[in-house]
């Protein structure tokens, strides 16, 4: 398991929390996601066989949030 942390710009309401978080729920390998709302951060668990940061950072950039940094643990 590899965790990973996207940095964003400023989220502007609650209501983009469920909108990551599902959208991310939804791609491969990807075993659990904290919105943190408030840090404008999302921290991710996924199996790094099926996915990389680099793509879960593609999904949120697709969904219009922007992706300021990427921190791999």
């Not at 983009?16 to 921290?43: E, R, T, Y």
């Amino acid at each position: 398991m590899q965790k990973v942390t996207l940095k964003l710009g400023e989220l502007s309401c609650p209501s983009c929390m469920s909108k990551i978080q599902k959208a991310m729920l939804q791609q491969p390998g990807v075993h659990h996601v904290d919105v943190l709302f408030n840090a404008s951060k999302v921290k991710v668990e996924f199996d790094a066989t099926q996915n990389t940061p680099e793509q879960l950072a593609q999904v949120i950039a697709d969904l219009g949030y922007q992706v300021e940094k990427i921190i791999v643990k």
